[in-house]
């Protein structure tokens, strides 16, 4: 019979192998990703029988033992359990990424399905686009039927546990009302529709030359990448810019040489930044592939932010605390950093770039960020529509309808099965979002608008906010530093000022 104490102990070994693997999948060091081997080495924790227990165990406690029975669930469910049942679809998946090889009409060597992704948006040529984004849709419907076997054995899996189902089962996981969730960024959708639609149309047509009703989804992605400003950011000085403001704020973002940055290209190499936190807090990893320019200095700044909250927790927190929890906190603590490309005072003090020029480039990551916004109002509405468990005919169909409503661009079905955030991950970007607007504005109260460079600044991260891992969830965070409930007006607010 498993214990908690054999939970945490060898919880936190698997959860370590299980990220290592991921990260030489994702990053294109390793060509086929094995997690059944790693499965099947700690396979006595995948125990049906301890669930009723831990279950119980969680109802019954108080305190702050209640929130660590609760992490072990989210852990037991999201990382063994379901993993259990997804492994053997994961490696199919993996197994199908690395065949697939897509020819082009410019170029004589066919792409990797990675590369493909990443082309789609990123390629000057807009017949180039197309064609590319046309074939990459082809080949994921590829993936279509092992995604839909693997959802639905996720389904009745959770079922055969006595669990009414995958919505009720991650909304007591996550702490979170999903459905209110929905209902506040549906509203907020309804609040932003003319915003969004009068300043993507002004932005298309100046910056694209492309009509809004001519705009596709490729011309969307490579215009919100931004490469006209890209001039103003020098991508190989990402890494020594980050290196400057921490180290005036008194972090050390290699501590220990705990940090490992991978930032070489690699055909299979995941499209996305990514970070692994393969243990906290002495092995983490930061991957990215580098573009040059803006993005760099977004995505890297991100990663790092995910980096320094998990190089500085407490090491003598137990397993569930250290990597297991409300991540939209880690989340926020990576949006801080990244945002810092939306502080005119960080572009014109610490980068120099002109003050008209950082107008410019702080209106359209505004308008980034609005755009990422109702992506997820999309993301939140279908994976609630698609996880009600009737059945996947005509999911493919409200994908569709959905992101052309909330993105306004033409949307293929094909991704209607591969376009999510697995256990709602999604609700943790939205609440997210919140928390760090709530968080900026907190740190610009009391240390000022140049927060970024405060030795004090430093000290309240690394002794009050990071050191907690996940302790505290995101409404008791924003109690702990007196802010106040959680609440999107501060983040809806910003978003008009600037672009309207």
């Known amino acids: 019979m498993l214990t908690i104490e054999t939970l945490r102990r060898d919880g936190e070994d698997f959860y370590a192998e299980k990220e290592k693997e991921g990260y030489l999948d994702w990053s294109g060091l390793k060509d086929v990703v094995d997690m059944q081997a790693i499965y099947k080495k700690y396979e006595h924790l995948v125990d049906e029988s301890f669930v009723p227990v831990l279950q119980k165990k969680y109802e019954e406690s108080e305190g702050f033992e209640k929130k660590q029975m609760l992490h072990l669930l989210l852990f037991m469910f999201e990382e063994i ?45 807009r017949d180039r686009r197309t064609e590319l984004e046309d074939k990459v849709d082809e ?17 009745d899996y959770i079922r055969s546990l006595g669990y009414p189902g995958y919505i009720p089962l991650f909304s007591q996981l996550k702490q979170v009302d999903l459905f209110e969730v929905e209902k506040m960024m549906l509203d907020f959708a309804d609040r932003s529709d003319a915003l969004y639609k009068k300043v993507l149309g002004e932005s298309a047509e100046s910056r694209m030359g492309i009509p809004l009703d001519q705009l596709r989804r490729h011309d969307l992605g490579l215009m919100m990448r931004g490469p006209e400003y890209d001039r103003y950011f020098d991508g190989s000085q990402a890494v020594a810019k980050a290196r400057e403001f921490t180290t005036r704020m008194g972090i050390d973002m290699y501590r220990n040489n705990w940090v490992i940055y991978d930032l070489e290209s690699r055909p299979n190499k995941l499209p996305r930044p990514f970070s692994c936190p393969v243990r906290v807090p002495t092995e983490i990893y930061v991957c990215m592939p580098q573009e040059g320019g803006l993005n760099d200095y977004i995505y890297f700044f991100h990663e790092f932010g995910h980096a320094m909250h998990r190089v500085y927790t407490d090491p003598n927190h137990t397993f569930e605390i250290k990597q297991i929890g409300d991540k939209s906190v880690s989340e926020a603590f990576a949006y801080l950093f990244e945002m810092l490309t939306l502080s005119p005072t960080y572009l014109v003090r610490a980068l120099g770039i002109d003050e008209k020029v950082a107008e410019e480039i702080i209106r359209f990551r505004y308008l980034k960020r609005l755009w990422g916004v109702r992506r997820y109002v999309g993301k939140i509405q279908y994976e609630l529509l698609l996880h009600d468990e009737k059945g996947f005919e005509g999911k493919d169909r409200a994908y569709q309808q959905i992101f052309e409503r909330c993105m306004g661009v033409p949307y293929s079905p094909t991704a209607y099965v591969t376009d999510l955030d697995d256990g709602f991950y999604s609700v943790q970007y939205i609440r997210a979002w919140i928390i760090e607007e709530q968080l900026r504005q907190f740190l610009i109260d009391n240390f000022g608008e140049e927060w970024f460079f405060s030795k004090e600044a430093g000290d309240l991260f690394k002794e009050k906010l990071y050191i907690h891992g996940y302790a505290k969830n995101g409404e008791e965070l924003l109690d702990f530093l007196g802010i106040g409930p959680l609440d999107i007006a501060p983040l809806e607010r910003n978003l008009f000022k600037i672009l309207s």
């Open 81 to 125: 359990l379901l993993g259990k049942v997804s492994e053997k679809f994961v490696d199919e998946i993996s197994q199908i990424t690395k065949d697939i090889k897509i020819p082009v009409s410019w170029q004589k060597e066919p792409l990797t399905y990675r590369q493909g992704q990443t082309q789609k948006n990123n390629l000057p040529e």
């Open 139 to 155: 080949a994921t419907a590829k993936f279509i039927p092992v995604r839909q076997k693997m959802l639905q054995a996720m389904y």
